[in-house]
């Protein structure tokens, strides 16, 4: 019978596998975002912020898109209400996020939600979706790795770009924010799979572009609810076939 510390050995070796297929899984990603960070710096430099609140932004916050609508409203001398109602719409994909892993974290403390919901971005989502697909379990482990390893190579590149900000003028011009759309492409292309997902991505995207027309604040939200929903009918109809 194995004793006590051989068990605990195992365990933690197990643990260490575990944050190394995390760090991998992630980095790439990681690696992707690097230009949107730099973006972020350099960006919350040239509105006013000093490289003290540029960086407590990333640290604090960490959430690209939000923390760029909030800058970019910043430097347009717009209202407070307007950037927390842009922030909270660009925000609000989390709350699906958070939905779907709920049931895998529902027993765990309160510091480890706390922990995991904080360090929850796109990228950590989607290596965590993938690992729970490939390994038919969830691992908070595996979720906290990622998302560390994500949040220090995003605060690094926020720290690149503050530097930059200060020594190479118009920064922001330079295309950047391609970055953005890159991240998103290299995040859903992987998950399509099936029709239904599919139709999701391809409703979601077409409406968030025309919904963004007439209803910019809200076309992402609304084009989110339109993508789930044609996914759904389209996945009845696919179990229905067979």
Request: net charge positive; proline share 3%; glycine share 6%.
């Amino acid at each position: 019978m194995p004793s006590k510390t051989a068990i605990a050995g195992e365990s933690v070796s197990s643990d260490f596998q575990t944050m190394k297929q995390a760090i991998v899984a992630i980095f790439p990603l990681s690696l992707a975002v690097v230009p949107w960070g730099v973006l972020c710096g350099s960006l919350a430099i040239n509105v006013g912020l000093t490289p003290l609140q540029a960086q407590l932004m990333s640290l604090l916050i960490f959430a690209g898109a939000a923390q760029l609508a909030a800058l970019t409203i910043m430097g347009a001398v717009g209202s407070l209400s307007s950037m927390f109602s842009s922030t909270f719409v660009i925000s609000s994909r989390h709350l699906l996020y958070s939905a779907v892993f709920r049931d895998h974290v529902r027993k765990s403390s309160f510091g480890l939600r706390c922990s995991i919901a904080f360090f929850l971005t796109d990228e950590m989502f989607a290596v965590t979706c993938a690992y729970i697909v490939k390994n038919k379990r969830f691992s908070p482990v595996y979720a906290l790795s990622s998302g560390i390893t994500f949040y220090v190579i995003w605060n690094i590149s926020t720290f690149a770009g503050i530097v930059a900000g200060q020594h190479i003028p118009n920064l922001e011009h330079l295309g950047l924010e391609f970055a953005i759309a890159a991240t998103f492409i290299a995040i859903v292309i992987p998950l399509i799979k099936n029709k239904s997902t599919m139709v999701s991505v391809v409703t979601s995207g077409l409406s968030a572009i025309i919904l963004s027309v007439f209803m910019k604040e809200y076309a992402l939200i609304a084009a989110t609810f339109i993508g789930m929903i044609c996914g759904y009918l389209t996945k009845d109809k696919e179990s229905i076939n067979e």
